[in-house]
C-alpha cells in the first residue's frame, strides 16, 4: 500500500474536516504521534431556511471561522482527538438602522477518543465518542435578521434572530467504516449526538471516496448531514428551537457536501482547499457556498 493511500485512511478519521493528505496510520496513529491541522472557513451567505422549509432572503451575511483538529496515538488503536473553532466571526447588515454589524466569539471545543477494534487487510472499523463543551454563554439572539426587501408599507420585516452561541453540551458516539484501495478509498460514518439542556438529539453522518490523483495532489469526495429529531417526550422549559442564518441553536438540521483537493508541499506538510455547499434538507440554517484553505501536518 503507498504512502498516499495511507495517507488517505487519516482522512476517515474525521469526515467533516480532516484532509486527505494525512501520513498516519490507518484511523489511529501509533502511539506519540499525530495529526495536526488548522483551517480558515469562509461562509458567504445566500439566504436563510426557516424550521418550515421556506427560503428567506437577507442582506450580507457572512461568516469567517479559524479553526483547528488534532490527534494523537495513546496504544495501538487507541486515539485521543480534538476539534474546536478558535474564533468565530459573523457579519450582518441591518438594513433598518442601514449598517454593516459585526460580532466575534470563541468556539466550543470537543474532546474525543477513537477505538480501532478491526484492522483487516484493508477494512477498518472504528468507534469514536466525543464531548463538545459549552464554554460559550454567549447564547442570546445577537442581532435581528430582516427580510432583504421592504414590503409594500416600506417596513423590513423580521425572518430571524442571529445567535452565535449554543450553550449545551453535545455527547456524541458513532462507528466509522472503511476500505482502501491501491489509489483511492471509501468511507462512511453514522453516530448519535445527545444534546442536553434540552435541545433535539442528532443523527450524525458522512460517505466519501479518496483519491490519489498523482504523487503530490489528492482529492476527497464527501456527502454529510445532521438531521434533528423532535424529542418523544417534552418539556415546557425545553428552548424554542432557534431561527438564526448562522445555524448555531436547537433544531438545526442539514444536508452537504463537499470537494477538498490537498498538496503535499513539503514532506508530512500539505496545503488544502475545501468547497462545501448545501444538497438540501436544511432546516433553521443559512445557505451558500463554504470556502476553506488549510494546513496540515503529521508528527
Not at 482527538?81 to 447588515?93: A, Q
Amino acid at each position: 500500500m503507498s504512502r498516499r493511500v495511507r495517507g488517505l485512511w487519516a482522512a476517515l478519521a474525521f469526515a467533516l474536516a480532516v484532509s486527505a493528505s494525512s501520513a498516519s496510520a490507518q484511523w489511529t496513529p501509533q502511539p506519540g504521534h499525530g495529526y495536526v491541522k488548522v483551517w480558515a472557513k469562509w461562509l458567504l451567505g445566500f439566504g436563510y431556511v426557516d424550521g418550515e422549509g421556506d427560503y428567506n432572503g437577507y442582506q450580507n451575511y457572512h461568516e469567517l471561522f479559524l479553526a483547528t483538529y488534532g490527534d494523537v496515538g495513546i496504544v495501538d488503536g487507541l486515539a485521543l482527538f480534538w476539534h474546536t473553532d478558535i474564533v468565530r466571526g459573523f457579519t450582518l447588515r441591518d438594513p433598518v438602522a442601514d449598517e454593516l454589524r459585526g460580532h466575534v466569539t470563541g468556539g466550543d471545543p470537543a474532546l474525543g477518543l477513537r477505538w480501532r477494534f478491526l484492522l483487516r487487510d484493508r477494512l477498518a472499523m472504528a468507534l469514536v465518542g466525543s464531548v463538545r463543551a459549552p464554554l460559550i454563554q454567549r447564547t442570546g439572539e445577537r442581532q435581528v435578521v430582516y427580510e432583504r426587501h421592504p414590503g409594500d408599507d416600506g417596513v423590513y420585516d423580521r425572518v430571524g434572530g442571529l445567535r452565535i452561541g449554543a450553550g449545551t453540551w453535545d455527547l456524541t458516539a458513532g462507528l466509522k467504516v472503511g476500505y482502501a484501495f491501491d489509489t483511492w478509498f471509501l468511507g462512511g460514518s453514522l453516530a448519535y449526538q445527545a444534546r442536553l439542556k434540552g435541545f433535539d438529539d442528532r443523527i450524525v453522518w458522512s460517505a466519501e471516496v479518496g483519491l490519489t490523483l498523482n504523487e503530490k495532489w489528492g482529492c476527497t469526495i464527501r456527502a454529510n448531514g445532521a438531521h434533528s429529531m423532535e424529542p418523544i417526550r417534552s418539556d415546557p422549559d425545553d428552548p424554542p428551537r432557534s431561527e438564526s442564518p448562522s445555524g448555531i441553536g436547537n433544531g438545526v438540521s442539514w444536508m452537504g457536501f463537499a470537494v477538498e483537493l490537498d498538496y503535499e508541499l513539503l514532506e508530512r506538510w500539505y496545503l488544502g482547499l475545501t468547497i462545501e455547499g448545501g444538497l438540501g434538507f436544511l432546516r433553521r440554517q443559512t445557505g451558500g457556498p463554504v470556502t476553506s484553505l488549510s494546513l496540515a501536518t503529521t508528527y
